[in-house]
């Protein structure tokens, strides 16, 4: 579940906007009937681990400067489609959702499940609770599909909870997460409101550049429900900024000034944030997104750990599976790639995300009738778009799942015109595209008309 969930979900049962249900939230999940119940702020300190790294990067190198926050989807669509020389800029760090659906099916808690989790004859079924409507589009992303199976609004999820008759009112709040994905810090718990990502960052940013420093933990310049920029100097960064809405985000791209103002930039689509989500409680209370946030920092606040870096079950993680946050391995599970709507890039991603899930027949759907797949292997050319779904749904090797299934990936992070893939064994090809719309079909996008690989 977010941390904006827990909080706003009271109201849907009664409670004064702000009463925190993170225990009665838990309970009612297990009378539901779900196995597990985790919490997504245990992967929104990976996050932070991972994007604050990330930033310091491009600070060093002086490359693709500010870095854009990329945990809100509305924001990452808002780029793809409306400004996509803007992608270099997007942290490639995945949202804590997809985060947290590809460790609950590929890493140690998978392989705990038993040997044929282990083994990739089975996964586990991944629901995500969220405040955000953009995230039901987000898991479906190419190169993330698949790892969160469902995803769950606050108000959905308050309707299933009285369907079944769950007194929620009454259940008690001594509800605790399952580990090892349930730790988390008070940082995490900021990520529901405006500013709290790039808070969480500075705190650990901070501490990153000089461990031996003690960096502020409260950055309240940072927060605050009301739109417009908010802005931070990060000892050892640089200025930071917090763009409360995609309107504010819109007049600050209005001129160049913010390519040399700032180092990063959180962006979230909503104004208040998660706190402010499509999938929230609807109020008629005008202060309700200031009462929701109050709730945030005051969970923040009683945190026995403050600072990302700070998880123990983070760095458990880093130790026995990832390395260090930024490495090969954190890439591959933890990192994403992304592309400007309806361009060639796309839909090569969206063919290969298919391909690896073996879904003949939404692979097909991106072909023109007659299109034709040069797979460069001993399958050959392979023509026409019923033919093409038949040899992903039955003839390549089935695919495996959990520790065992692996994804192509685009080599580069967000270059349009770079067709270059990583396959799932580590090898390097390229691809050119024709398209060409099917005749007769009224239809704005355009078909795969010819696909070929090439091997190096």
């Not at 706003?8 to 049962?13: G, L, R, T, Y």
């Not at 793809?80 to 997809?98: A, I, M, W």
């Amino acid at each position: 579940m977010a941390p904006a969930t827990r909080i706003a979900i009271s109201e849907e049962f009664g409670f004064k906007p702000g009463t925190v249900s993170t225990g009665r939230l838990i309970n009612a999940l297990r009378q539901l009937g779900f196995d597990y119940v985790f919490d997504t702020n245990f992967a929104a300190d990976l996050t932070i681990m991972e994007e604050g790294s990330e930033l310091l990067a491009r600070v060093k190198a002086q490359t693709n400067l500010p870095l854009f926050t990329s945990c809100c989807p509305g924001w990452v669509n808002w780029v793809e489609l409306h400004r996509p020389d803007l992608l270099p800029h997007l942290s490639t760090t995945k949202s804590p959702q997809q985060m947290h659906g590809a460790l609950s099916k590929r890493s140690r808690f998978a392989r705990s499940l038993g040997p044929e989790y282990a083994d990739g004859v089975k996964e586990p079924y991944v629901v995500s609770v969220m405040p955000c409507t953009a995230k039901k589009d987000e898991a479906a992303r190419p190169g993330q599909s698949g790892d969160v199976d469902h995803v769950l609004t606050t108000r959905e999820l308050a309707r299933m909870i009285r369907s079944r008759g769950i007194a929620f009112g009454a259940l008690d709040e001594d509800g605790e997460f399952d580990n090892p994905l349930g730790e988390s810090t008070g940082a995490a718990q900021i990520f529901g409101a405006s500013g709290g990502v790039m808070e969480a960052m500075a705190r650990t940013a901070a501490h990153l550049v000089d461990p031996d420093s003690a960096p502020a933990i409260d950055w309240r310049q940072l927060r605050g429900v009301n739109a417009g920029v908010k802005t931070a100097q990060v000892p050892g960064v640089g200025a930071v900024a917090v763009c409360n809405g995609i309107a504010v985000a819109q007049r600050l791209l209005q001129t160049q000034d913010w390519r040399d103002q700032y180092v990063a930039i959180e962006v979230m689509a909503c104004v208040g944030g998660c706190l402010g989500g499509g999938g929230e409680p609807k109020s008629m209370d005008p202060d309700v997104l200031t009462k929701r946030a109050r709730a945030i920092y005051e969970v923040d606040g009683q945190a026995p750990r403050r600072r990302s870096f700070e998880n123990p079950d983070v760095q458990a993680l880093y130790a026995e599976e990832l390395g260090r946050p930024n490495s090969a391995a954190a890439h591959a599970l933890l990192h994403t790639r992304y592309a400007g709507r309806r361009s060639k890039r796309t839909l090569l991603m969206q063919f290969l995300d298919c391909v690896d899930r073996r879904d003949g027949r939404s692979a097909a759907a991106l072909f023109h009738p007659d299109g034709i797949w040069s797979t460069a292997s001993p399958y050959g050319d392979v023509s026409g778009a019923e033919r093409i779904e038949a040899l992903i749904s039955t003839q390549l090797p089935p695919r495996k799942f959990g520790p065992e299934f692996a994804r192509h990936q685009m080599a580069s992070a967000a270059d349009d015109h770079d067709l270059t893939v990583v396959t799932p064994d580590g090898h390097h090809c390229r691809f050119e595209l024709v398209l060409e719309r099917a005749p007769g079909e009224n239809r704005s996008a355009p078909l795969i008309k010819a696909l070929v690989r090439y091997v190096d």
